[in-house]
RNA sequence: UGACCCAUGGUGUAAUGGUAACACUACUGAUUUUGGUUCAGUCAUUUAUGGUUCGAAUCCAUAUGGGUCAACCA
């Protein structure tokens, strides 16, 4: 065995290229990334990018991760964000190595601010934000310097301690960075540093009632825990420069921001606002509710960790903007449930069988859990002489390369007999309500003597032994591919059939089900046991569709 | 009508001055006791125009198109 290894093609994106050439350049001799949500909203998919990002870096070059929770709002923030936070990255697979809050540097990051004013690169602004707002300027013209601008450093150092003593009413006073009016960088005009808010905070409670604004904290933040890579997306490429501005000027630890494009998704909303939208007014259930983007609603829904990591992988990162297809996610779950996931039948919309030729009794047939996996073993399905089987398994006037079950023709029962269909029996109505077939015998799977070949194989149910199922199937959650993009509110654009819930009948295997098993419903799709679930009423979520060639040659008539 | 970022098949991402590639999608066919899976194959790509160069997706210029920036949000 001398096989020359090929070696793997390696594509560095941007990011790596610029660790590597760190690495070599001795520059660091490990790297240190972050991950800085903010606890105002659930984690989605746009996130779990930045969480493989982020901790994947640190997986492939030395270095380790922090989880550092941007609580800098407490109006917005709350624990059970942190919580849900911390519990979708587990589950993601990842493991932080400090759980930090900006909060705990609130001591440090007004020493800060008391430098800056010491510097004489701050100043305590009494305008109102309106007031600001008028003299910001455009993006064409300079705007023009408060007249608070000038105040004396005593003046502000006083101003800014009676701010943090709360002297001061919400919103009479901010402190500003003294930088440029005139900037061509609107972020450089003199940005808000710190502003008043007597709330209530998560962590801090009520120690402070003056906040610093992400430019004051986050890059502070950085440079605390010695962030060599602080990672962002695009839109933040400006508060670059207003990043550096301050880490020169409090002259601490050069942390260095990177920008990359955030992942947009097809049929989908990720953005926090719009997923809090859609909680509070009700268009769904929950942040966890299975149509949701959100890392809770994925896993509800069955996606597993390892589907939505290779996602993440195959998606990659770059700079340019971007919709990726919805449709990659779903091959990457459906490519990791077919390793995994069990075997069962189950019949959603049935119609009865009899089986007029057959006398026998309890006969439990073996059926194996996972083909692609012979280790899974295989569990019994009992067969009987009143079977279900699904109302579009049968035509009675089949199209050409019909494989199924139509008068006269032959099918194989998945891991039973060959049946076929001699008699239709119709009500008054003329609807269908029992076909009427004949096995044979000789043709049992495994064991078959019949040298029958047929094209065709069904998933079926004994009728007395099926056991009732609530299922609930989801389609995307918006009509379009761009819900944000289009004209008026993207609530406009919400599928009202995302959800429909319907009865299966499942063979009695599926009494065993937990909550973390996934199954693929054959010839059906992936499913798996919802939380709504009780002793007696077992409900299913189904993860996403098997891929149906049938359905798209009947589509193309 | 300022600054900044970006532009490669339908989609996403590579190629880092030397034969434009990988994955998904779509389409063919084979295999199949899941019309699933698997396997084989097909279609399809450098925004435009100039320039530098023996040679440009890559460097330069201009144009065009898209995005971002005027929150006491992050």
Redesign the pocket.
Same mark, same amino acid.
């Not at 390369?401 to 199924?404: E, G, I, N, Q, S």
């Not at 098997?546 to 049938?550: F, I, V």
């Given at each position: 065995m001398t096989e020359e290894i090929k070696k793997e093609e390696v594509?560095?994106?941007?990011l790596e290229?610029i660790i590597e050439a760190d690495l070599q350049s001795g520059k660091y001799k490990s790297i240190v990334t972050r991950f800085p949500p903010?606890p105002n909203g659930y984690l989605h998919l746009g996130h779990a990018s930045s969480i493989c990002l982020n901790f994947g870096l640190t997986q492939k070059y030395p270095g380790n991760t922090n989880l550092r929770f941007?609580d800098?709002?407490p109006v917005?923030e709350d624990t059970e964000y942190v919580e849900s936070i911390k519990d979708d990255i587990r589950w993601l697979g990842f493991t932080w190595k400090h759980e930090l809050y900006a909060s705990d540097y609130f001591d440090t990051l007004y020493e800060y601010a008391i430098d800056l004013i010491k510097k004489g690169l701050a100043y305590v602004d009494d305008?109102?934000?309106e007031e600001?707002?008028m003299m910001?300027g455009?993006?064409?013209e300079a705007g023009r310097n408060s007249k608070y601008r000038d105040r004396t450093i005593d003046e502000n150092l006083e101003l800014f301690r009676k701010m943090k003593d709360g002297a001061f009413e919400?919103?009479?006073r901010?402190l500003r960075a003294k930088i440029d009016m005139a900037h #061509?960088?609107?972020?450089m005009r003199d940005p808000?540093l710190y @502003?008043?808010k007597h709330a209530h905070h998560h962590r801090t409670g009520d120690k402070w009632c003056i906040?610093p604004?992400?430019d004051m904290a986050?890059g502070q933040s950085d440079s605390i825990e010695n962030i060599t890579h602080s990672i962002c997306t695009?839109?933040?490429?400006?508060?670059r420069e207003l990043y550096d501005w301050l880490i020169e000027k409090l002259n601490i630890y050069p942390s260095q921001q990177y920008e990359f494009?955030r992942r947009n998704i097809n049929y989908t909303v990720t953005s926090k606002r719009k997923l809090l939208q859609l909680v509070n007014e009700g268009h769904v259930a929950g942040w966890d509710d299975p149509r949701m983007p959100t890392i809770s609603g994925l896993r509800r829904r069955g996606y597993t960790p390892e589907s939505i990591r290779e996602f993440c992988n195959?998606?990659?990162?770059?700079?340019?903007?971007? #919709?990726?297809?919805v449709?990659?996610l779903e091959?990457c779950v @459906?490519?990791h449930l077919?390793r995994i996931a069990f075997?069962r039948m189950v019949v959603f919309d049935p119609v009865k069988i009899i089986i007029t030729n057959y006398t026998g009794f309890g006969e439990l047939l073996a059926s194996e859990n996972n083909?692609?996996d012979q280790s899974t073993g295989s569990r019994g399905i009992p067969f009987g002489k009143e079977l279900f089987i699904e109302r579009d398994d049968f035509m009675e006037d089949p199209p050409k390369?019909?494989?199924?079950l139509a008068p006269g023709q032959m099918v194989?029962l998945?891991?039973a007999y060959i049946i076929k269909c001699d008699e239709v029996i119709k009500d008054v109505n003329g609807d269908i309500t029992e076909l009427h077939c004949t096995y044979i015998p000789e043709s049992?799977?495994?064991n078959?003597t019949s040298g029958i070949n047929v094209k065709?194989?069904l998933h079926w149910v004994t009728a007395a032994k099926a056991v009732e199922v609530e299922v609930r199937e989801y389609d995307r959650l918006f009509k379009v591919e761009n819900p944000s993009g289009g004209e008026g509110d993207f609530k406009d654009y919400i599928n009202p059939y995302s959800l429909k819930i319907v009865k299966g009948f499942a063979e009695p295997a599926i009494m065993d089900a937990k909550l973390s098993d996934r199954f693929?419903f054959?010839?059906k799709g992936y499913y798996c046991l919802d939380k709504d679930s009780t002793d007696t009423k077992l409900v299913f979520n189904r993860t996403v569709t098997?891929?149906?060639?049938?359905a798209?040659?009947v589509k193309k008539g």
């Open positions: 594509h560095l994106n941007f290229e903010e941007d800098t709002n917005t305008s109102t934000s600001m707002a910001k455009t993006p064409t919400d919103g009479t901010t #061509i960088n609107m972020l808000v @502003r008043i906040y604004m992400y986050h695009l839109e933040f490429v400006p508060h494009a195959r998606i990659g990162i770059a700079k340019r903007e971007n #919709i990726v297809d449709g990659l091959f @459906r490519e077919n075997r083909p692609e390369k019909y494989f199924r194989r998945k891991s049992k799977s495994g078959d065709g194989t693929q054959m010839r098997l891929k149906d060639a049938w798209k040659e």
